[in-house]
């Protein structure tokens, strides 16, 4: 079982940054791709990002993509999500994944732990 925790969501405006960070419980998951996701009021949870289990593989979605990086650092088994030049639309609470298998996947039925979620409010 993999628990996992965010933190870092806040208040911040239209053109800034902000980092999340995902804290996990074990170990067992620097051998899991890793995925962050949204989900915006009245909308469908969508992918944001992922990284397969040692983070040389990153994929994005195309709403993010030039503007959030995705990372790890397995010695202390944590996930981050570097948010630059946020805009108003990226407002959402974002939730950490972990998957059985190594690979990067961009389809939420393909994750099997996931955390609370942190909200993310951008201001224009």
């Known amino acids: 079982q993999v628990q996992l925790v965010e933190s870092g969501g806040g208040l911040v405006q239209a053109g800034g940054s902000l980092r999340l960070s995902c804290a996990a419980s074990?170990?067992?998951?620097?051998?899991?791709?890793v995925g962050w996701f949204r989900q915006a009021p009245g909308k469908e949870r969508e992918f944001v990002a992922a990284?397969?289990?040692?983070?040389?593989?990153?994929i994005y979605a195309d709403s993010v993509k030039g503007r959030f990086t995705i990372s790890r650092d397995n010695a202390k088994t944590t996930i981050y999500l570097q948010m630059d030049n946020v805009e108003p639309e990226d407002s959402a609470i974002y939730y950490c994944?972990?998957?059985?298998?190594?690979?990067?996947?961009?389809?939420?039925?393909?994750?099997?732990?996931w955390g609370q979620g942190t909200q993310v409010t951008v201001s224009s």
């Open positions: 990284a397969n289990w040692n983070g040389a593989t990153t």
């Open positions: 994944a972990a998957r059985g298998g190594p690979l990067a996947k961009a389809n939420d039925v393909d994750y099997d732990f």
């Open positions: 074990t170990p067992i998951v620097n051998n899991c791709g």
